[in-house]
């Protein structure tokens, strides 16, 4: 039997399996509820109205980042776009802050003294796929959010009593933006931090994964691969042993943990051993000290092939800073639940959508140093995969731009709750605490 011409196809038994366990697990989830009065119904109702007001600006705002995508750093453009419809609704905005061309902030205070809160966008794509991870949806949210509770300042004077940033962070995908600007203080004084992401559901907590870049660079000794082969040091070789080990050591590793790599560079001739290799690879781990952990057992395993293989190695970590695990804040997110139900959403507690599923996002660096919520909007069908075409379609979809008034809400909500709510604001710092408190991301990996 002759081998195949093309791929197989990969089987969709699991995935079929884990949809059905979560549309099982979704029927029967009770809604998250809170203990905390929050808002006043009347100022419920004056932000919805705010929220739908600013609609059709939010939309031409996603739609504009969709037609136009531009990759980490360079959204010079999406920059432009948000900084204009900010300063149309009669506020100041800057592009290029906190060490990031791109970056874009704008503030408000209403009242005197308070707490601050920060609302969080992104509006970077992906190279070839677009908008495959609805960034364009999370910064018309994250904006939307923002104006939002100006309007409601404007009009409502007495509303709430604090500080509003809106913080555009650019370079989410493969890097860490919101860490280089955190290092500039992006987030100092902030007592909240709130953003969504599109997704197949709605959900309130997710898991979200750490994750860890490295380059790992083998350097052998070159030789004729037929007439002296004995006189090179195969630097291919150790990165394949390297390969292999990763595979190895997935049986060993905690079940949600991945590790990924590519071989970028493994020579050039078959007739030549291979003087120099170059492997790419992906850590991700579900904790910190996981993620430092699994660092750890990786490096091991470069420095291993190398000794296998009688060759040099240079590993090189983070090129960007890493991505941590996102801490969500309970109190807030129950908030943010109770919002969506106001609008005819039902967002899914922790545990109903497999964490199998896990990604990644540099709003991690954010929750661990300030409490901060990171929820789900649904925007496609349930099932449609970040970071494919499918998904790129429906970050520009009518049934996308119209939940953008859902998730600007929603954040808008949790926002003003947090602000008005003492007991709430009490519970929310008293949950990051338990949780572990400020960590220090800097030098995580480095103790």
């Avoid at 959204?75 to 100041?92: C, K, P, Q, V």
């Avoid at 809106?166 to 919101?178: A, D, I, Q, V, W």
Wanted: charged residues 20%; negative net charge.
């Amino acid at each position: 039997m002759l081998p195949p011409s093309s791929p197989t196809e990969p089987s969709s038994i699991f995935s079929e399996e884990l949809a059905s366990q979560t549309a099982s697990l979704a029927a029967t989830a009770e809604p998250l509820a809170s203990p905390f009065s929050g808002a006043a119904a009347d100022l419920r109702s004056a932000l919805a109205v705010d929220v739908d007001a600013l609609s059709p600006a939010l939309r031409e705002l996603a739609l504009a980042l969709h037609r136009d995508p531009e990759t980490a750093f360079a959204e010079n453009r999406a920059a432009g776009h948000i900084a204009d419809l900010i300063t149309a609704s009669g506020l100041d905005a800057q592009v290029s802050a906190f060490g990031r061309a791109t970056a874009v902030t704008a503030e408000f205070t209403a009242g005197t003294g308070g707490r601050t809160v920060a609302f969080l966008a992104e509006y970077d794509a992906l190279p070839d796929l677009g908008h495959a991870c609805g960034h364009n949806i999370i910064a018309a949210t994250g904006v939307g959010g923002f104006l939002a509770l100006h309007r409601l300042s404007q009009q409502r004077p007495d509303a709430f009593h604090g500080r509003v940033l809106l913080l555009g962070t650019p370079g989410e995908e493969g890097h860490s933006g919101k860490e280089y600007m955190a290092r500039e203080g992006a987030f100092d004084g902030v007592d909240a931090a709130l953003m969504l992401h599109p997704y197949g559901y709605d959900v309130a907590d997710q898991v979200w994964l750490g994750r860890r870049t490295l380059t790992i660079t083998f350097t052998g000794r070159a030789a004729h691969a037929s007439s002296e082969p004995f006189m090179g040091r195969n630097a291919l070789d150790a990165a394949t042993l390297f390969y292999t080990g990763l595979g190895l050591l997935r049986q060993q590793m905690i079940p949600v943990d991945r590790v990924h790599a590519v071989i970028s560079d493994g020579g050039t001739r078959a007739s030549i051993i291979p003087e120099r290799a170059v492997v790419q690879a992906y850590v991700r781990s579900k904790f910190p000290e996981t993620l430092v952990e699994l660092s750890r057992r990786v490096d091991d395993l470069a420095h291993g092939a190398a000794l296998m293989a009688g060759v040099g190695v240079e590993v090189v970590w983070d090129q960007h800073p890493a991505s941590l695990p996102v801490r969500t804040n309970d109190p807030l997110t129950r908030r943010w639940a109770l919002a969506q139900a106001e609008r005819g959403r039902h967002a899914l507690p922790l545990g109903v959508v497999s964490e199998t599923l896990a990604a990644s996002t540099d709003f991690g660096n954010v929750s661990v140093r300030v409490p901060g919520i990171h929820p789900l909007l649904k925007i496609a069908p349930e099932g449609t995969a970040l970071h494919t075409h499918a998904f790129a379609a429906a970050a520009a979809s009518e049934f996308a731009l119209s939940g953008i008034a859902d998730g600007a809400y929603g954040l808008a909500a949790a926002a003003l709750d947090f602000l008005v709510d003492d007991d709430l604001a009490a519970a929310v710092a008293d949950d990051f605490d338990a949780a572990g408190g400020v960590l220090d991301v800097e030098r995580l990996f480095t103790d």
